[in-house]
């Protein structure tokens, strides 16, 4: 088994963190009625995760 390249390494996060970031947002709409501290929270947990996602593949 070989260990993946950086390159390959930053790509298969930055795909798992958009996964994350949209499962995030769907969290935040089922809040939105409810709780406007949550939807808040997890719509910055979601731009944190798509800035990293980013971030990740400009390395």
């Known amino acids: 088994m ?5 390159k390959q390494l ?3 996060h930055a795909r798992r963190l ?20 949550c939807v808040n929270t997890l719509v910055e947990l979601a731009d944190q995760a798509k800035k990293t996602a980013t971030d990740l593949k400009e390395d």
């Open 18 to 37: 958009k996964t994350m970031q949209k499962q995030l947002m769907a969290m935040a709409e089922q809040w939105e009625d409810m709780d406007q501290f």
């Open 2 to 6: 070989s260990t993946p390249t950086k």
């Open 10 to 12: 930053a790509a298969q």
